[in-house]
């Protein structure tokens, strides 16, 4: 009988307790919300126009972004008010190495004893720019690779993937401290993650992260999207390398992203605990143009205010609630769903970017 992960019996019963002592984390954040992860959308623009991107960034920017000396006023306040050495900012995009503040941004969070990220496509990250990231305190650069050559050049354009493993390859020598590589699984791909595992380790990273396609953007597209045996597919192979990397004694990091909760025999084995969606309870994000959100993946119609107008802190007081109560959310097949304890209706960005296909319980049957 095939893998019904809605199913549990006794033997499930060490990953049932866990899940729910995860959950319990997650309900006391609930409560008492504790900002310690910021996410900063430097800009939308990208020198790339990937087929896939939830963003749809293009060359210019279609927004009002936020000035050097804005962001720089904003990390003030941030500063005032919370403890900023218990902070990790990721910066994200569009390309952030487009922007040319970039590095003295770095410096000021570092200053704050944040710990710093980029999310890039790495493109155009020479030795020069990854020496200038690392004087600015980077902690870890976190690099685009969608596959072997093929099917990365298929949505990144024609040419990109040996300009970003030529990019990884320029981070590890550098001495960029962590390289992490992020691979979007979708069905040109994801019969091919063993050679993706090789490549990325091969180029000098570190850790691999394994994230799937949002309908959201330009990640609108059906043929991206894994049917339920492409996404037990992606899973079974996470799990069986995580555990064989565990058993060899190897620390290479292999996990899939956040997002909704995956089942009990999922959690804990395609990544580690806090797997699940934290968006506003104890991650924020501030968007190019100022805009707060509780996460960068989330529709820009969800952001709550503007750091123009208000402090962070007053946004992540006073207009966070939706995002802490998720009653909301106990609709349609979460209304009577046993998990809903433990998973609250799922990841935020998924259940509004594909109302119909949220849950990742629903997503592995068929
Ligand atoms: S909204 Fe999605 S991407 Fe953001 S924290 Fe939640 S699950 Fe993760
Ligand atoms: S039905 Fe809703 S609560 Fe149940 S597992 Fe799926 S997303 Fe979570």
Known sequence: ?????GRVGFRDIPQIIAVHQDAYRRRQLMEEPDLTYLFWECTLRCNLRCTHCGSSCEATTPLDELTTAEIMGVLDTIHEDYDTTRMVVAITGGEPLLRPDLYDVMRKMNRFGMTTGIVTNATVLT????????????????????????????????????????????????????????????????HRLAEVERLVRENGASSWRLITIDRMGRGGNPELWLGPAQVREMLDFIE????????AGDRFDIRYSCGGFLGVRREFT?????????????IASILCDGQVSACPSLPRSWAQGS????????????????????????????????????????????????????????????
């Open 127 to 190: 030795r020069e720019r990854a020496q200038k990231l690392i004087d600015a305190g980077i902690g870890t650069t976190s690099i685009s690779l969608d596959g072997p050559e093929e099917p990365h050049d298929l949505v990144r354009g024609k040419g990109s993937f040996a300009k970003t493993v030529a990019g990884m390859r320029t981070a590890a020598e550098v001495g960029v401290p962590v390289v992490e590589a992020i691979t979007c699984v979708r069905a040109a791909n994801v």
């Open 307 to 366: 750091v123009r107008e208000k402090r962070l802190s007053t946004i992540w007081n006073e207009r966070f609630e939706q995002f802490r109560d998720r009653s909301w959310g106990k609709t349609g097949v979460c209304e009577r769903c046993i998990w809903w304890g433990v998973c609250l209706g799922g990841g935020l960005h998924e259940r509004l970017a594909q109302p119909d296909e949220f849950c990742w319980v629903e997503r592995q049957r068929g």
């Open 1 to 5: 009988m095939p893998y019904d992960p």
């Open 270 to 282: 395609v990544r580690p605990g806090d797997g699940q969606c934290f968006a506003g309870l104890c």
């Open 240 to 247: 069986d390398r995580r555990r064989a990397l565990a058993q």
